[in-house]
């Protein structure tokens, strides 16, 4: 994401010629938005989206039960006991 932030900063400063962008290549002022694309195709070949979302919705199923027992008096599930 910040790629693309990146990307479209040096687009803007290269269009309406403010700094150094102004002066550069396409190439230079493009080439962040390449490297986004390249950055999703790897992280979505590599399975680094799904498992970054699966940690996510484990985080959250675990909080609502700690706040599901925390609201019954229970406490929170000590390891290695049940």
Known sequence: ?????????LLAMKYLEIGPPAQWS????L????????WWAWADWSG?????????ENARRQARIDKSREQLGLGTKKSGRR
């Not at 994401?1 to 900063?9: E, Q």
């Not at 080439?31 to 390249?38: G, H, I, M, N, T």
């Open 1 to 9: 994401m910040y790629l693309l932030g990146l990307g479209i900063i």
């Open 26 to 29: 396409w190439w230079g002022v």
């Open 31 to 38: 080439s962040p938005f390449a490297l986004a694309v390249a």
């Open 48 to 56: 680094y989206t799904k498992r970054k979302a699966v940690e996510r």
